[in-house]
């Protein structure tokens, strides 16, 4: 038993660097260095594809900015999608009376305000996660080259996971700040029967009422909620794509089709939030897997460079002892 529980705890890909080292059999010398030699592994060069592949340079100013459009969509779209469970959702919880179901609420909102009723919110929900979108993937973009190029290419690629951890963590710091003004707009329409049915109402009421603090007082809250959310989005979508690629995929991703590539996003943003009750695996689930293929299918079609997973970088292998 003890042994497995320390199997399973190597084979995380969440450890520390050394141990993550030891499970991809990398850490410390060979000890049959006569042994038949592994199949060769490809060494990650972002500048071995041909110029004319890429629409723009990895990093360069149109880069990040093509990026946030990809945010914009991906969030703008799923999000305004779910509005109608969204607005159910928040009066369950300011109600529980008079909503006692995702269901009950369902039948009493049409029953009330009809159709017209569950689409409540729509434009505040668009706006806000669209600019959340935006800084959200833009900057989480920024920040991974930045602090990439502050750590050094060996110790980016052994502290990857922390390094994905604090790109989302910085980036969704940002994108709060953006959202918070269109939630707290979102939020009054919503819950406040009477209060506003349009932004263009709601907006106006609460300068009025509070000045900007009405529009900014939920973002702590909204900090303490979302960033730990998107930390766990955004490394695990990372280290479930490079497992794929290792260990389910039969080839690399330089030789998959862009739809097959495509395919492994999905999957991989999936994965990366399977936990919980079966109704938030089924919308969280899908809304993530939604929000990595729109932003996914955007790098594809605006053709943005997308580095393939990590790999061991050169120096590191011949520090480690296994090149000459």
Not at 25 to 53: F, I, K, Q, T, W
Request: hydrophobic share 40%; aromatic share 14%; charged share 20%.
């Amino acid at each position: 038993m003890y042994s497995s529980v320390v199997h399973l705890a190597r084979a995380n890909p969440f450890n520390a660097p050394h141990l993550q080292l030891v499970h991809d059999g990398l850490a410390g010398p060979r000890s049959d260095p006569a042994g038949p030699p592994g199949p060769p592994r490809r060494s990650r060069n972002l500048a071995a594809a041909a110029v004319e592949e890429y629409s723009c340079e990895y990093g360069s100013a149109k880069f990040y900015a093509l990026c946030g459009f990809g945010g914009v969509l991906s969030c703008g779209l799923t999000h305004t999608a779910v509005v109608p469970l969204d607005l159910v959702k928040c009066r369950m919880q300011v109600d529980p009376q008079k909503y006692k179901s995702i269901f009950n609420g369902f039948s009493v909102t049409l029953k009330e305000d009809g159709f017209r009723g569950l689409a409540k919110g729509w434009a505040p929900t668009f706006i806000g996660y669209s600019l959340q979108g935006l800084c959200k993937f833009g900057f989480y973009e920024v920040f991974k080259v930045l602090y990439s190029n502050m750590l050094g290419e060996e110790n980016a690629y052994l502290w990857r996971t922390s390094l994905y951890l604090a790109a989302s963590a910085s980036a969704e710091f940002f994108a709060d700040i953006a959202l918070a003004p269109m939630e707290a707009a979102k939020v009054r329409i919503q819950t406040q029967p009477g209060y506003a049915n349009t932004l263009r109402d709601a907006a106006p009421k609460m300068y009025k009422e509070e000045g900007l603090k009405a529009f900014y007082k939920g973002v702590a809250p909204l900090w303490m909620r979302q960033i730990p959310y998107t930390m766990m989005k955004f490394a695990c979508f990372e280290r479930t794509v490079e497992a794929l690629y290792k260990f389910v995929v039969p080839k690399p991703r330089s030789e998959c089709s862009k739809p097959e590539q495509l395919v492994v996003t999905f999957v991989a943003g999936y994965i990366g939030v399977w936990k919980g009750l079966f109704a938030r695996i089924i919308m969280i689930g899908t809304l993530t897997a939604l929000q990595w293929f729109i932003y996914d299918s955007v790098k594809v079609y605006f053709r943005l460079p997308r580095p393939p997973p990590p790999e061991m970088p050169e120096s590191l292998k011949k520090k480690l002892g296994y090149t000459q």
